[in-house]
């Protein structure tokens, strides 16, 4: 009888179901190929894994980074607060001494936001008092009141009797 295949697309096989040297070196390179790819898959799946592996403990570096700086960010901006507070406690403290060691400065005339503009403001407010004060002594200076001039404030005594007078000399003496 002669060997004939049954099943169509197998190759034909040698008698009494065995694969001819060529079926077997064809399986054999078959086998040795998907052993190959099987190696090359599972080469390119540690080499991602350990990829992976790299990439999630650099992942995990980096969060570790960004909780540290994060941290000392939410420390440096407490301190600034602090000193933020700080400092202007002491410019309100340089303000109101400033306005109690020049008590004949009007207060409003110290003002600045920082102790370089509250010295600023003090010394051109004491400048103007100084500038005032020199402008009315002059102006004093040039009123001149002859000797013997009754003053200014005397009331009038018209039409007072003599004892109105007196007792009004009494109370108003002159100078």
């Known amino acids: 009888m002669e060997n004939q295949n049954t099943n169509p697309g197998q190759p034909e096989s040698g008698g009494n179901g065995h694969s001819t040297p060529e079926e077997i070196e064809e399986i ?3 086998l040795a190929a998907e052993q ?21 403990a650099r992942i995990a570096a980096l969060e570790a ?10 420390a440096a901006t407490a301190d600034i607060e602090v000193r933020n507070d700080a400092y202007q406690d002491a410019v309100s403290r340089l ?5 109690k060691a020049n008590p004949n400065i009007p207060p409003e005339l110290i003002q600045g936001d920082t102790p370089g503009e509250l010295e600023a403001s003090a010394e051109a407010a004491v400048a103007l008092v100084r500038k005032v004060r020199e402008q009315l002594d002059a102006e004093r200076g ?16 018209d039409g007072l009797t003599a004892r109105d007078k007196i007792a009004a000399g009494i109370q108003h003496p002159s100078n």
């Open 95 to 99: 303000s109101d001494a400033l306005r």
């Open 65 to 74: 980074q960004l909780n540290e700086s994060r941290d000392t960010l939410d």
């Open 28 to 30: 054999r390179a078959q």
């Open 142 to 157: 040039a009123v001149r009141v002859p000797a013997g001039a009754p003053p200014a404030d005397t009331p009038s005594l």
């Open 36 to 56: 190959d790819a099987r190696f090359a898959a599972e080469t390119v799946r540690d080499e991602a894994a350990a990829t992976i592996s790299e990439r999630d």
